[in-house]
């Protein structure tokens, strides 16, 4: 990457500062685009959804592997239960969506809190032998008692599609063309050679993006899924459980990344000898980039303080604007045969193509994510009707309270009044985006087209070819797009 002209930056900057330069180009199509990442991670999209409690779960981690990225489990979650996640993600089907199940005696209340989980919005009615029998949909509630049974309100009348059929991309277009042809949304998905046995959903968009994303898998073929240990405690024993549960990546995470006890946490990592990539942070410095290398760091984690539910540098003054620590933090990682992370402050697609541009190789997104039917959390209304989850910082009161749970009831409260994050925010769910898969589509498209523009077919080629100029805020309010109807 270089500035344009020559340009040299005189102060620190953020993605809202600069732009890229159209170059010439004879990338034809987006789809031309290879976005995989060349970290280690395994990842075909360069997107990791970040470690916050309100944000990575097992249907998120399931749903963003499934179209190529990485979910991180936060690191306070208890590793018996991030054992069971990492196995159930592992057992998920790459094509087929994880179906929302009841039975016919369950009732209109059971299908409306469940139906909100995934972005599909149905629940499929099975029989005693999981064989599907009928499908719940909003609309088929609406108007009814709540305590009304399934059996009364259910579609009967299935479109339901063999899941051998759909292994191949004639065999998606097919079931595609199915589901347009029948007027649904989405359909079961069985396994005839198991007695019609219910293996999973399909939808048109689903059948639309199987063609064109390619899973996150490790080399058994299963969705890929990381989780973060934090650096006190028992890190080893932490770090060890983790790598028997199967993680396809380890993430060491503090807010401040560059400190003593990180270093330690990461050398003892490191002499675990883990089979898998060893991400830790967070930093915004070179040095800070080179000492988390020295001590068996294999990617380091970039950012402090850019990030929606984050008040530390209102709080302490501390951090850097995100580009140009992105920018100096890539460069020092890729000099040493490492690779950086830029975690926090994107907020547009744009952002997104600008920290691959700068030289990261993946970017790490939290709040964004966490209005989304896939987020952890049950889907709440406010009063004007509008669908939200709550959110929070991992700094905050209450992910301290969450961490220190074992703690002694004076610690905890101690603790507790030291706070630089958000407790409570409410994320609401775009109309238009409400699932992650809708945000991926959004952030993929225009990451591609940015290397059309640039003249990329990889996310190598783009840090390489990528033009970077200075813009005025007022440069950046006229690439804003203006509101329909002015």
Known sequence: MRFLDGQTPAADLTYSDVFLVPNRSDVASRLDVDLSSSDG?????????????????????????????????????????????????????????????????????DALHLIPKRAYGAVVVVDADERPVGVVTPADCAGVDRYTQLADVMSRDLL???????????????????????RRRVAPVVRTAQGGRLAGVLTRRGALRSTIYVPAVDGDGRLRVAAAVGINGDVA?????????????????????????????????????????????????????????????????????PGAMCTTRMMTAVGRPQFSAVLECAAAARSLGRHAWADGGVRHPRDVA?????????????????????????????????????????????????RT????????????????????????????????????DHITSGVRSACTYVGARTLDELHERAVVGLQSGAGYEEGRPLPGGW
């Open 354 to 402: 600008l920290a691959l541009a700068a030289g990261a190789s993946q970017v790490m997104v939290g709040s964004w994510f966490a209005g989304t039917h896939e987020s952890p959390g049950d889907l709440m209304t406010d009063a004007a009707g509008r669908d939200y989850k709550e959110s929070f910082g991992m700094a905050s009161a209450r992910a301290v309270a969450a």
């Open 41 to 109: 991670t395994g990842t075909t999209v360069p997107l990791v959804v970040a470690n916050m409690t309100a944000v990575s779960g097992r249907r998120m981690a399931e749903t963003v592997a499934r179209r190529g990225g990485l979910a991180v489990i936060p690191q306070d979650i208890p590793i018996d239960v991030v054992a069971e996640v990492v196995d159930w993600v592992k057992q998920r089907h790459t094509v087929l969506e994880t179906a929302l199940t009841l039975q016919p005696h369950d009732t209109v209340l």
């Open 405 to 440: 749970r074992e703690e002694s009831a004076f610690d905890r409260a101690r603790k507790g009044l030291f706070e630089e994050g958000i407790s409570n925010s409410r994320i609401h769910l775009d109309p238009e985006r409400p699932g992650v898969e809708d945000l991926l």
């Open 237 to 305: 024993g932490k770090a060890a459980g983790l790598l028997e549960a199967g993680v396809d990546c380890l993430v060491v995470d503090t807010a401040h990344g560059h400190q003593e006890r990180m270093l330690d946490a990461l050398r003892t990592v490191r002499a675990l000898a883990p089979h898998v990539p060893v991400a830790a942070g967070n930093v915004v410095s070179a040095q800070g980039v080179r000492d988390l290398v020295d001590a068996g760091a294999d990617v380091v984690k970039v950012g402090v303080g």
């Open 160 to 182: 339901v599609l063999d899941a051998d059929e759909l292994e191949s991309p004639e065999g998606l277009r097919a079931g595609f063309d199915r589901l347009h042809a029948a």
